[in-house]
């Protein structure tokens, strides 16, 4: 496969070669510009899918937030811990509506009625898309009819936070929506700034789907159609996928002109691809790499507090995985000390609770599963397993850490007589291989895309939630999130939510390993790198110095 763009000087043989349809001799200073107004991204995979309604894996994230704007968003400020990074401030301002630091994106204004059940938004004017069409209440209204309609991951979001129907939003005005809840909710106005809740162009989704397809679900497999700051320009997956600036934006425009994703499967190469300076970021090289890059020159490395978690799902569908003795034992044989220091290498710390520990409310109080091989062996045997087991375990090809991780689980487990095979699946597969929800142990890294322990809890362990991928039924626990989901007063929700985290933890449906850093390799003339709490890149945040 040969790349349009590698090194700066292959990028000035591209143009003078006529590639940017100009007739005569091109200034160098023009082709030095044109390639700092070009971002090359090394990344372990491309967009499987555009649609955030099927696909939210790794290639796919990264392009939401370029290719949509939001009603709202968090304001920025310095990261108090890395210079010249910035990130969501997600504190909490008495004065504030909501008590949230949020700034305007698609909406211009927002209030909440009284009775903290209906939230207003007023849309800015003269917004367009992608297509030229301009945004109206209407496109909010469609939006979030789609996601009733397909019932898939946007199913979530109506659940969480209260939507019954497609009537409880409602049009306004031409720029106005009303969003009505069935009772009190700490994510009124936050699910609006997540980047699962991209606000469409309905005009042309319309218009390219007909009758046989009303929400556009085969159009936005390979197209934008959005109003965000940049849009689709090719999708060749496994190859590559081209972004450019959305020359109508609304808003500032983006430094960055065009940005180049390559999908290259191996660490060690985009290593390399990041040295060489044929990139100008690498993505998701394994700790060792990282440590590497310290005294290069030219190169900076970022590593940041996050919301990532990284654990292995326990389906709880999948004998002898279905008893609960069984998954505290596999808890009590993962060697997570080994982990962090042979795996991590400092940028990780353990996981001692369900939900980020960034995150107001996280309780770490509950965690019990200190490394204990008798302990595990005592388990499996009142479990009926003395003898031990045969099982699998399934990890991400396109993430550097599962495999060495999976491989010292392997071992630790053997010790307690559970006989693990390993399966590496391609980055590709991956994500629809977890969506299934067949495998029995299968790793998985995530954060909740809410800075919201209410909101994190919900997603990954009430019973009803698409992303409740261990298949755990607690009707308890899930009866207890729904209670502090339905107020906004911390001192009602903060008891139900320590409760939660600390009957997860005693139930055990994941195998807690590590809160991994957010780290980003870049050439250090790149800056502008912001911090999110769904962990994804916006390609608009970068500039050059």
Known sequence: MKWPFGTTSGFGKLVAAGALSVSMVVPQWAVANERARTLVVASPSTPQSLDNEYDVSL?????????????VDYEKIADPNVPGV?????????????????????AESWSISEDGTRVT??????????WGNELSAQDVKWTWDRKFALAAQGSFYTSVIGL??????TVEGPLTVAFQLKSQNPLALKIHAILGNPIYDSTKLQEVGGSDDPWGTEFLKNNSAGF???????????????????????GEAPYIKRVIIREIPSSASRLSLLKGGAVDIAQFLQPREYLSLQDESGITVDSVNASYMTWMILNSEVPPLDNKLVRQAINYAIPREEILEAVYYGYATKQTAPVPSIYAMADSSFFDYDYDLEAAKELLSEAGFEDGF?????????NPVQEPIATIIQSSLRKVGIDVTLEKLPAGVFYENVTKRQKPIIFYQDAPWAPDVGYGSYLFFHKDSFPNYSNYVNEDVSGMI????????????????????????????WAFIAYPKYVLAHKSDLKGFTYYSSNNLRFQDFYRE
């Not at 937030?65 to 009603?71: E, F, K, P, R, V």
């Not at 965000?228 to 609304?250: C, F, I, M, N, T």
């Not at 045969?390 to 090809?397: L, P």
């Not at 729904?482 to 005693?506: C, F, G, H, N, Y």
């Open 390 to 398: 045969e099982t699998t375990i399934s990890f991400n090809a396109g």
């Open 86 to 106: 910035r990130r969501e401030d997600t504190g909490v301002y008495e004065d504030r509506v909501g008590g949230l630091a949020l700034e305007g994106k698609l």
């Open 59 to 71: 290639g796919t994230i990264d392009v939401l937030g370029a290719m949509y704007d939001y009603l």
């Open 164 to 169: 019954e129907s497609p009537d409880s939003v």
């Open 121 to 130: 938004f007023k849309l800015r004017e003269g917004v367009k898309s992608h």
């Open 482 to 509: 729904e209670s502090a989901m339905a107020t906004i007063d911390d001192a009602e929700r903060e008891p139900l939510l320590t409760e939660v985290q600390k009957q997860i933890m005693s139930d055990a449906p």
């Open 228 to 250: 965000g700051p940049y849009k689709v320009s090719q999708v060749v997956r496994g190859q590559q996928a081209v972004l450019e600036a959305h020359d109508g934006y609304w």
